[in-house]
């Protein structure tokens, strides 16, 4: 069975520019979370979706914070424009069934200069 | 904020058991005890759960006391591949996961 599958596994950009992550979660899986990590924390849920539609966003910085499961299935992230506190590891989440075990991709480490 | 206390590292010889505390006083009834793990520059790892009674899978044992206030994870014969965070979680079902910061596991040859 394949993972979750992230990318691009590694991203630098400069404050103020805008950026983008991929996640395509195992399929099947209903819903599909991302989450934050920076360095030396754990990881922090940025959004939920069930199918196509947001559960929880509580904690998404909305006013640079974007994210969309179209067709849910796979899921974009995006960051418009970035802050340099917004380096950290961006780890994508998926499981079968709304807060069931969950299956984590690699994540994409995101630098910004 | 996480609703578990940690330490914040530990070592265990190669070959022995590794017991990973976990103190959880407030835990209410309806809460599980999850525990993921997430080695270098990987995703976190689910390994376990339990609610009361003590559950063993092919990767560890989850050990709650009775009081439902703390519990160990018991990885059997702990290998080098075992170096990692662990993350010892209360939720309920329905609620999402927060991680606190975890014990950093160290497996020394």
């Known amino acids: 069975e394949a993972g979750v599958a992230q990318s691009p596994r590694y991203k630098i950009i400069e404050k103020r520019q805008s950026v983008a992550f991929w996640c395509n979660p195992i399929?099947?899986?209903?819903?599909l979370y991302w989450y934050q990590q920076i360095l030396g924390q754990g990881p922090k849920l940025l959004i939920q979706?069930?199918?196509?539609?947001?559960?929880?966003d509580s904690q998404l910085p909305k006013d640079r914070f974007s994210a969309e499961r179209l067709k849910g299935v796979d899921s974009t992230l995006k960051i418009q424009p970035a802050k340099l506190e917004d380096s950290a590891v961006y780890l994508c989440?998926?499981?079968?069934?709304?807060?069931?075990?969950?299956?984590f991709g690699p994540g994409t480490r995101l630098t910004v200069t | 904020d996480a609703k578990t206390t940690q330490p914040p590292s530990m070592d265990c010889a190669e070959g022995r058991a590794a017991n990973l505390p976990c103190n959880h006083s407030?835990?209410?009834?309806?809460?599980?005890v999850y525990w993921y793990r997430q080695i270098h520059s990987q995703g976190p790892q689910y390994i376990i759960h339990?609610?009361?009674n003590n559950e063993t899978n092919e990767m560890a044992s989850l050990i709650i006391t009775e009081d439902r206030k703390s519990s160990t994870l018991i990885l059997p014969h702990a290998t080098l591949r075992d170096t990692a965070v662990y993350y010892c979680i209360v939720r309920d079902r329905d609620d999402k996961i927060i991680f606190g910061k975890g014990t950093r596991l160290h497996i020394l040859p």
């Open positions: 407030t835990i209410s009834g309806n809460e599980y």
């Open positions: 399929s099947g899986h209903a819903t």
């Open positions: 989440a998926s499981s079968l069934v709304a807060q069931g075990e969950q299956y």
């Open positions: 339990g609610l009361k």
């Open positions: 979706f069930q199918n196509n539609g947001v559960v929880d």
